[in-house]
C-alpha cells in the first residue's frame, strides 16, 4: 500500500515510520478472517485493512474525523492479524503511531479524555486500586450481579520459603492490576522459584510497565515509565541478575517491546535492549528450567487453558502453555477458537463493554464445551474478564503448579 505523505507528517519520524509500515500491507485480506472486531461487526473499517486505510487517509490528507477514533478505539490491539498476515504486516506498532497521529489532530471530548485519564490514574497505582477493591468488596451483595462479579474476592497467600546461599536472582515484574486483583499469582510464582532456588527480587521503584498508558495514546506518560523502570532495575541488571519475569503476559508483551520503543533514545536505547534481553514471561522461563524435582497435584480434572492474545501473538508463544501443562502431567480440555482475543484486552472491556461482552461469551463456549473442571490463563485481564461470566473458576497456570 503506497502512502503520499501529507507536508505535515513528511519531515517526522512518526510519518515516515507509518508510511514504512504500510506499505508492508498488500490489500489480499487474509486478515479479516482472523479479526474479532470484523467477525462482530461485519464492518471493512473495523477490520485489520481497514483500519490501515483509515490511517492512510489520515496520512495522506492531513486530517480525519471522530469516526477514525471509533474504528481504532474499537481494534482490540489482539495483533491475531499480525500471526496471519503473510505480508509481515506490523499492525500494532502502526496502530499505535496512529492512535497517537489521532489523540493529536482529532482531540476527544471532554467525558472520554476525562474516563481515560481517570483510568490511566487508577490502574497504574496498585495501591490506589487495592484500595479501591477493599471498599468495593463490601457492597458487593448490594450491587447487580453483573457488577458485583467484577470486583475480585480476596485472595489467602501461602508462606514463601527462603532461600539461602543462592547464585541466582531474577527480578520480577510485580504488574499493577495483578499485585492488587490476583495477589495469589505473584505468591504461587514466588514459591515455584524458591524451591527452584532462585532469589526473586521485586524493585519497590519499580511500577507499571508502560502498557495502561502507551496503549491508551498517552505516548510520552509510557515511555516515562520505561525509563523509570529501567532506572530502578538497573543497579541490579549490572549486579548479574539473570533475567527479568512478569506473570501477566500482557505486561511481557511491553517489557518485549522496550527495546524498540526507546531505539532513538540517546540515553536509554542500549539498557532498554538489554531489558528486552532479559524479558522473559514466567513460562517461558520455566520451560528452561529442570522442574523435575517439583511436585504437581495433576489429578484436578481436565484444564481448559486459554492463552492470551499478548502471549501468543505479542509474545509468539501460541502453543506454550497447553505444551507446559501436558507435559507436566495435566489433562487438558479441547478447545477451539483459540486465536480469538476474550474480549479483555487491557481497558477494552471498560471502554468497549458491548463488544468486549460478545467476545467474552464466545470464548466461554469454546473453552467449556468438554466441561473442563478449571479454566487455566496467563493473563490477570483475561482472568478477571473471564471469571466474571462463568462459574468454573478461571485461575493463572502457575496457581496450578503451585497445588502441591
Ligand atoms: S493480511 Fe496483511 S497484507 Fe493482507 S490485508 Fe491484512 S494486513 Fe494487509
Ligand atoms: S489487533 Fe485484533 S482487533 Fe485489532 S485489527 Fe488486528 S485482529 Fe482486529
Redesign the pocket.
Known sequence: MHVELHPRFADTSAGQRARELTSACVHCGF?LA?????LDQRDER???RG?IYLIKQLLETGGASAVTHTHLD?????????TTCPSGMQ??EL?DIGRGLMEREVPRGMLQRAVRSLLRFVLTRPRLFGLLLLAGRPLRPLLPASLSRKIPGRQELKPVPGVRDTKRTVLLLEGCVQSAATPRTNNATRRIMARLGIDLVSVREAGCCGAVNYHLAAQHDGLDDLRRNIDAWWAHIEAGAEAIVTSASGCGAMLADYAHLLADDPIYAERARRVTELAADVGQFLTKEDLSGLVFNTDIGPVAVQTP?TLQHGLGEPQLLTDLLQCLGFTLAATRENHL?CGSAGTYSILQPGTSARLRENKLRALTREGPAVIATANVGCQLHLAAATEIPVVHWIELLDNA
Not at 34 to 38: D, G, R
Not at 74 to 82: A, D, K
Open positions: 486478515c482472523t479479526c474479532p472486531t470484523y473495523d477490520s485489520p483500519r474499537r481494534c482490540l490491539t489482539c495483533r491475531s492479524c499480525e499492525y500494532g496502530l492474545c482475543c
